[in-house]
């Protein structure tokens, strides 16, 4: 991750990629060790913290973690028989810890305000967009997700594009 190209571009910038990249790695790190080694609360811990951390960087790093309290629960016979610490203690320990670590790391504990106004900003409204050519409606999403595939042709190309759909089946 150091090494990608993310990280030697934006190293000169001010924005807050190679933050997002970094605590998003560490919590990606941290996922597929307890898949390798155990799951384990001190683990879950970590996990939350720095998913919270990647998301109070950059918003769209939610993403990454979404799902990740749906594979903390035991997938096999195995892990659901063995005495480790519960999955419900993985799940709290995961969600408190990273709830905490957001309302801290984004300002919502230390400045609500500015907090409430970026929130607004992301699902509101942008005030400094004259048009907006796709609306917050249902239609105005359906329409700006069609659009997607043609944008990665365009951005990727078409070797590029079938390479990434082998890789994914």
């Not at 155990?38 to 960087?57: D, E, I, P, Y």
Request: glycine share 8%; aromatic share 14%; charged share 10%.
């Amino acid at each position: 991750t150091g090494l990608s190209y993310q990280m030697f571009y934006y190293s000169k910038t001010g924005n807050v990629e190679v933050p997002y990249l970094f605590w998003g790695a560490l919590g990606m790190l941290v996922f597929v060790t307890m898949f390798t080694q155990g799951k384990t609360l001190s683990r879950a811990v970590w996990l939350g913290a720095f998913a919270a951390l990647a998301t109070a960087t950059k918003d769209q790093a939610a993403g990454l973690f979404l799902l990740m309290p749906l594979f903390l629960a035991p997938w096999s016979g195995e892990e659901r028989k063995s005495k480790q610490t519960s999955w419900l203690r993985l799940e709290a320990a995961f969600l408190l810890t990273g709830a905490v670590t957001y309302a801290l790391g984004s300002g919502l504990v230390l400045g609500p305000h500015r907090y409430l106004l970026h929130m607004r900003f992301l699902l509101v409204r942008n005030p400094f967009v004259i048009t907006d050519p796709y609306p917050a409606t249902l239609v105005g999403m359906v329409e700006l997700v069609s659009c997607i595939p043609a944008a990665l042709f365009w951005l990727f190309g078409p070797v590029l594009l079938a390479s990434a759909a082998g890789a994914m089946i």
